[in-house]
């Protein structure tokens, strides 16, 4: 396997506190010192990697996931930086507020450390690619939300989302009031839930299955392409990170080919 590194108290001037950051170099970054690699951006990356820190396991397996796929040339050169949640998960990751559980949405302030702060640094540090079409963001229920909001919140950073049980229902149907036209740039998306995949979170019921499906007919009634949106809706698939691991590498071969 390649290098996996966890870096501590990562200043965030738009938010007010530090973060952790977890990156995965492949094995293929070592090799040539000529090749840019595109940018895989991923939220909550307490549970992404097998690692003695791992919050909760199994984990995503995002490492086990990626270097799979460049392995077998499915894919071409990527590298991981999972991004580690901050105080407040829920607040991190709704751009709006969600009055049924109480939550103020703190995305924008999440989205400028990305942006204006992260990203600049990232490709001082590595050789990455640059441009929307090299820069995916990947995530899971909330994450998976923030990931798609990212997208059409700035569709010139981030081209490529794959947003695993994406929480598309909450911030009171946000996405689907806000992503009302076309982003017009280029772009891949991929969103999965369990066929009938339900949770009871923060007082009220979340029928993921129903709402990605839902979503998927709203994109694609905007116009949305089959070469530009996947969806997959697994039947018996659960709200878990066991399931996010076992559809990571298929969602991944599609966004990042």
Request: hydrophobic share 40%.
């Given at each position: 396997?390649?290098?996996?590194?966890?870096?501590?108290?990562?200043?965030?001037?738009?938010?007010?506190?530090?973060?952790?950051?977890?990156?995965?170099?492949?094995?293929?970054?070592?090799?040539?010192?000529?090749?840019?690699?595109?940018?895989?951006?991923?939220?909550?990356?307490?549970?992404?990697?097998?690692?003695?820190?791992?919050?909760?396991?199994?984990?995503?397996?995002?490492?086990?996931?990626?270097?799979?796929?460049?392995?077998?040339?499915?894919?071409?050169?990527?590298?991981?930086?999972?991004?580690?949640?901050?105080?407040?998960?829920?607040?991190?990751?709704?751009?709006?507020?969600?009055?049924?559980?109480?939550?103020?949405?703190?995305?924008?302030?999440?989205?400028?450390?990305?942006?204006?702060?992260?990203?600049?640094?990232?490709?001082?540090?590595?050789?990455?690619?640059?441009?929307?079409?090299?820069?995916?963001?990947?995530?899971?229920?909330?994450?998976?939300?923030?990931?798609?909001?990212?997208?059409?919140?700035?569709?010139?950073?981030?081209?490529?989302?794959?947003?695993?049980?994406?929480?598309?229902?909450?911030?009171?149907?946000?996405?689907?009031?806000?992503?009302?036209k076309h982003t017009e740039r280029w772009?891949?998306?991929?969103?999965?839930?369990?066929?009938?995949?339900?949770?009871?979170?923060?007082?009220?019921?979340?029928?993921?299955?129903?709402?990605?499906?839902?979503?998927?007919?709203?994109?694609?009634?905007?116009?949305?392409?089959?070469?530009?949106?996947?969806?997959?809706?697994?039947?018996?698939?659960?709200?878990?990170?066991?399931?996010?691991?076992?559809?990571?590498?298929?969602?991944?071969?599609?966004?990042?080919?």
């Open positions: 396997m390649g290098r996996l590194s966890v870096i501590r108290g990562v200043p965030s001037k738009a938010e007010g506190f530090e973060r952790v950051l977890r990156i995965y170099e492949p094995d293929q970054y070592f090799w040539d010192d000529s090749t840019p690699f595109g940018l895989v951006l991923m939220h909550d990356a307490q549970n992404l990697f097998d690692h003695p820190e791992t919050w909760s396991w199994p984990s995503w397996g995002a490492e086990h996931a990626l270097q799979g796929l460049m392995n077998q040339g499915r894919v071409g050169p990527w590298l991981i930086v999972g991004v580690d949640h901050g105080q407040g998960r829920f607040e991190d990751f709704s751009p709006w507020p969600e009055p049924r559980a109480g939550v103020q949405g703190r995305a924008p302030a999440y989205a400028r450390f990305l942006i204006d702060e992260l990203l600049p640094e990232l490709h001082r540090r590595y050789r990455l690619k640059s441009g929307p079409q090299w820069t995916a963001t990947v995530g899971s229920s909330l994450g998976g939300l923030v990931s798609l909001w990212l997208h059409w919140s700035r569709p010139d950073v981030f081209g490529r989302v794959a947003a695993l049980s994406p929480s598309v229902m909450w911030c009171l149907d946000g996405l689907f009031r806000h992503w009302t772009t891949k998306l991929y969103i999965d839930a369990g066929e009938t995949e339900v949770l009871e979170r923060a007082g009220f019921t979340m029928k993921y299955g129903e709402a990605v499906r839902a979503f998927a007919e709203h994109l694609e009634r905007l116009g949305y392409a089959p070469h530009e949106l996947a969806v997959w809706l697994e039947p018996g698939g659960i709200h878990s990170e066991a399931d996010w691991r076992r559809r990571l590498p298929a969602a991944l071969e599609w966004v990042l080919r």
